[in-house]
């Protein structure tokens, strides 16, 4: 049951984390998916097939654009790198605000009242 709660939050932020990574640098699939794991301590260990709709998702929102680039060196394939648009810098914005409502209303809620014990 923890598992499967644990899914659902992530679902239901992961747009607004993938769009802050994109909103702080261009970059491609491969490197949003390492920027995840790590900064998300773990617990944002994505494959592919979850990432990539996600983007395609804020892509089609207008919230982010790509670019195919040329790769350096011999045999680098090239990449498909993402950017956010003004609009989607200013959906960023819009989603952290209601992000930071939510937790903090949560946290209100799920608080100990004094005395209580857990």
Same mark, same amino acid.
């Given at each position: 049951m923890e598992q499967k709660f644990a899914q659902q939050l992530k679902k239901?932020?992961?747009?607004?984390?993938?769009?802050?990574?994109?909103c702080e640098e261009d970059t491609y699939g491969y490197r949003l998916l390492q920027k995840l794991e790590q900064r998300g301590?773990?617990?944002f260990n994505l /494959?592919?097939?979850t990432l990539y709709p996600v983007l395609y998702r804020?892509?089609?929102?207008?919230?982010?654009?790509?670019?195919?680039?040329?790769?350096?060196? /011999?045999?680098?394939?090239? /990449? /498909?790198y993402y950017s956010a648009t003004e609009?989607?810098?200013?959906?960023?914005r819009k989603y952290h605000r209601v992000w930071r409502e939510f937790s903090a209303c949560v946290e209100n809620i799920c608080a100990e009242k004094e005395g209580e014990s857990r």
């Open positions: 239901g932020v992961l747009d607004m984390i993938v769009l802050r990574l994109i301590g773990g617990f /494959k592919e097939g804020l892509e089609d929102a207008g919230l982010i654009q790509s670019a195919w680039q040329a790769a350096e060196g /011999k045999r680098a394939a090239p /990449k /498909k609009e989607g810098r200013q959906a960023y």
